[in-house]
């Protein structure tokens, strides 16, 4: 009779591995969103200011406002992932209506006409800089099974220690070996693994054994990985500015990160060999996240004259604090090991936390306005990832994986065109964006562009604005953290049609 083995298991030290690059990452990008004005110039406003998104390019931008305002706009996203696993093509969509802005601005102009402070700005915005909500399928045939992950965790380890005690629940075993020094959560890894029925002792009567078999037999297996994405890192801004004379602007910003993300990887896994011991493997891993963080800017707009504007602008490093909470669950119909265990939803609970310090970035900006024609905008970005850090920098396995983002990943240029012509009382809108790649090899994480265009209606006392924006972007996504060294090329295009509705006061 066929048994399925369902393991379940949390554990404060099995997340200390989960922390990594792809962490500093996902929290130190910020993806185009904003007002639909901001989107449909490609987000090309750090010499221009006068949108509330415009805060984030460059916190001067507040006071190019000439009176006070409220703006929010509504976002439709649309996410294609096509994913190329050993020759095996498989596409997946994913799609989600949300408010991703809202905000204010109050100017306060001078009333002393000799005085050279001429107005001050007080602002608020709130910005989705990042919607997670993603999917991703990859399917094919391949000679790397799942056993080899549990293989390299398990080698070194020694076989007594993966075996539960009289009386000991799988949970609970699996706790221990994660709070006990020298084990962790490679041990777990392994734990997994043997009770799971994947891999056994090469003499398993030996407690003192350290190395291990695969009880699974093939030429070759057939893959699914599934996964699931949801959360956003969202962003509220208190702004402040001050245009000084008729050429300079001046401002700054306090910014306050909020954290949700659930990612649910799920490996499936079948065997053709009749003779393997092991023929069917599920493996789930579900992580969630959630926290806050804080970042602050500086920046200033002059006009060289009637035309032409310059702008400057540093953001601080984010650094943000984060609490994580792992599930992990195997299943195989492997019949060997013991009585059954029924299966669980996952479970969680908090177990570990700790900080992310993102790059700072510059910004450096030109634009040229042609009176109540339109404008052309370009703005320049730098932005060094290998100093981003994983914290506390005293843990040994942050400061090795902080010594690996150092390596792998480099400065990063970004530049965004936009430019916006009127007729009347129609804006015709459109942008460009390019980010280069992270990592100094740009093979991981492509090099990502995007295109965007939009039309606004200006009804005098009020403005409706609409945009289309399209960002590429390619990336491997490997399906398990060790033992399956092919990874799926994965290409997504992400569109997003934002509304947005301005109210002048």
Known sequence: MKRLLTFIALSAC?????????????????????????QGMGGAFGALGGDLSALGANPAGSAVFNNSLFTFTGTYFDRKAEANYRGSITNDNSNSLDINQVGGALVFKSQDPDSKWKKITGAFNYDMVQNFDDRVYATGLSNEGIDNYFLNFANGILAEDLKTLDNETLNDAYLDIGATDGLGYPAQQAFLGFQGGIIDPTNPDDPNETTYVSNADYNEVSQQFRQTVSGQNSKFTVNAATQYGDYLQFGASLNFHNVLFDRLNSYQEEYFDSNSDVRRTTFENLLQTEGSGFSLGIGAIGKLNEFIRLGASYQSPTWYRLTDNLAQRISSNYD??????????????????????????????????????????????????????????????????????????????????????????????????????????????????????????????????????????????????????????????????????????
Do not use: C, H, W
């Open 14 to 38: 099995a997340i200390s591995s989960a922390q990594n690059i792809d962490d500093v990452l996902r929290y130190s990008s910020e993806n185009l969103q904003g007002t639909a004005r901001f």
């Open 336 to 505: 060997q090991r013991g009585p059954l265990v029924d299966g669980s939803p996952f479970l969680g609970t908090t177990i570990f936390d700790y900080q992310i310090k993102t790059p700072g970035k510059l910004t450096g900006s030109i634009a040229a306005v042609f009176a109540q024609n339109g404008l052309l905008s370009f703005d320049y970005s730098y932005q060094d990832f290998s100093t981003a850090e994983l914290r506390p920098t005293s843990d040994a396995v942050f400061a090795s994986e902080n010594a690996f983002i150092s390596e792998s990943l480099g400065a990063v240029s970004s530049f965004r065109v936009g430019g916006e012509y009127r007729i009347k009382r129609i804006s015709l809108r459109a942008g460009y964006r390019y980010e280069q790649s992270p990592y100094e090899d740009g093979n991981i994480i492509g090099d990502l562009n995007g295109i965007s265009g939009g039309l606004g209606f200006n009804f005098g006392g009020s403005r409706l604005d609409f945009a289309v924006n399209r960002l590429e972007q390619d990336v491997l996504r490997y399906l398990a953290e060790t033992g399956i060294n092919t990874p799926a090329l994965v290409n997504k295009i992400n569109m997003t049609y934002s509304l947005g509705y301005t109210l002048n006061f």
